[in-house]
């Protein structure tokens, strides 16, 4: 990500002698919105659509009743477990986006261009603030936490046998995706209200 989008912008910040922004214009971009955003939608895709059909095919070949009936709570085992884990990789898994990106975008500013390591990050961490990593953070754990209740939602609701976990895997990749572009937008307008 950041390093096509740093041969993406190369052009126009050229055009504008503004070539020197492009460091920082490129974290940014991608601690800010980018990173988030498609990370928790790869994780949606590949996430909340295995939760769902595991739990799914759990629920139609009546593993879930047997637990009920041997006084075991599933929503404790089978439902906490997985949200508190997608709640906390989600997050693990953004930063780890954001420094791969980060670290893309010097490779892209070196194909055209020469700078040294501590020279590009320095000019990253020179306009990064805490106001623009908290609440890309914090936002976070929110698409985490929503990929796992709707991926443990769609999965204790299949019904109908095998054609029901597929309707239920696909169904919650397509809400848990919509989910993080309302969080997102709920988020941005959050942000620019108190700072």
């Known amino acids: 990500m950041g390093l096509v989008l740093t041969i993406q912008s190369r052009p126009t910040m050229a055009k504008f002698g503004a070539e020197t922004w492009l460091p920082s214009m490129v974290s940014l971009s991608l601690i800010r919105e980018i990173a988030p955003v498609i990370t928790a939608l790869i994780c949606a895709g590949k996430i909340a659509s295995s939760i769902s059909a595991e739990l799914g095919s759990m629920k139609v070949t009546e593993q879930i009743d047997a637990m009920e009936v041997s006084a075991v709570n599933p929503y404790k ?107 997102d937008m709920l988020a941005v307008q959050i942000t620019d209200f108190f700072f």
């Open 77 to 183: 085992y089978l439902v906490v477990t997985r949200i508190l884990a997608t709640t906390i990789m989600v997050p693990i898994l953004v930063i780890y986006a954001d420094l791969v990106g980060v670290y893309g975008g010097y490779i892209g500013y070196n194909i055209h261009g020469d700078i040294t390591m501590f020279r590009y990050f320095s000019d990253v961490f020179e306009h990064l603030e805490f106001l623009d990593i908290i609440p890309a953070t914090i936002k976070t754990f929110f698409f985490g936490f929503f990929i796992g209740m709707i991926g443990c939602y769609k999965g204790f609701n299949a019904s109908n046998g095998t054609a029901g976990v597929g309707i239920a895997a696909n169904s919650a990749v397509v809400s848990a995706s919509l989910s993080i572009f309302i969080i």
